[in-house]
């Protein structure tokens, strides 16, 4: 069974850093891409991003509203995929899931809050 | 343009057919997935490859395409489908979008 858990959410003041985990069982994990999505309180679902497998080079992509500050990575090895975020803002407050690209599982999320 | 665009809401009675659709250009060229979503529960993968269905998604879950546009029916719709719907796809550069959502009402 493909399980996908996220974990490191918490309150975080503004401008500050918050790294997330999201650790994958059930699967061969290095054979998949990743990805992140987030959901601000009764908003929407917003892509984040995704990592390719390494085999397709290991390569990341963001969306606009992220790229710069955050980053996605992986160690295969603990078959976990990170979330760096730096330089929060509060409009980053959100759901934030780890998904099996191209979102065919989804882990249960986990709340990051960014405010003062 | 990146945008997935989708009917705020639906109603629908049930038993009934709820059709929702989403446009974006992208659609033109790359497949879409739907997604269902309950609240406080994480999103459910119902519709792939425009209109392939999931091992264990009810058949009354299907998915067509015409052109930018794609659409989800749910045919005879029961009081457990309400919940919100988002249809996906990558964009030519690799990224990828979320429709808006749509909140769909059984009653």
């Known amino acids: 069974e493909v399980q996908l858990v996220e974990s490191g959410g918490s309150l975080v003041q503004p401008g500050r850093s918050l790294r997330l985990s999201c650790t994958a069982s059930?699967?061969?994990?290095?054979?998949?891409?990743m990805s992140w999505v987030r959901q601000a309180p009764g908003k929407g679902l917003e892509w984040v991003g995704f990592?390719?497998?390494?085999?397709?080079?290991?390569?990341?992509e963001y969306a606009a509203s992220v790229k710069g500050r955050f980053t996605i990575s992986r160690d295969d090895s603990k078959s976990i995929a990170y979330l760096q975020m730096n330089s929060l803002k509060t409009e980053d407050t959100a759901v934030y899931y780890c998904?099996?690209?191209?979102?065919?599982?989804w882990g249960q999320g986990t709340l990051v809050t960014v405010s003062s | 343009s990146y945008e997935l665009t989708q009917p705020s809401s639906v109603s629908v009675s049930p038993g009934q057919t709820a059709r929702i659709t989403c446009s974006g250009d992208?659609?033109?060229?790359?497949?879409a997935r739907w997604f269902q979503q309950k609240p406080g529960q994480a999103p459910v993968l119902v519709i792939y490859?425009?209109?392939e269905r999931p091992s264990g998604i009810p058949e009354r879950f299907s998915g067509s395409s015409s052109g930018t546009t794609v659409t989800l029916t749910i045919s005879g719709a029961q009081v457990e489908d309400e919940a919100d719907y988002y249809c996906y796809s990558a964009t030519d550069n690799n990224l990828r979008v979320f429709g808006t959502g749509t909140k769909v009402t059984v009653l």
């Open positions: 059930g699967f061969t994990y290095g054979d998949y891409a």
């Open positions: 998904t099996r690209d191209p979102c065919d599982y």
């Open positions: 490859k425009d209109s």
């Open positions: 990592i390719r497998s390494k085999a397709y080079g290991g390569t990341t």
């Open positions: 992208v659609l033109a060229k790359k497949y």
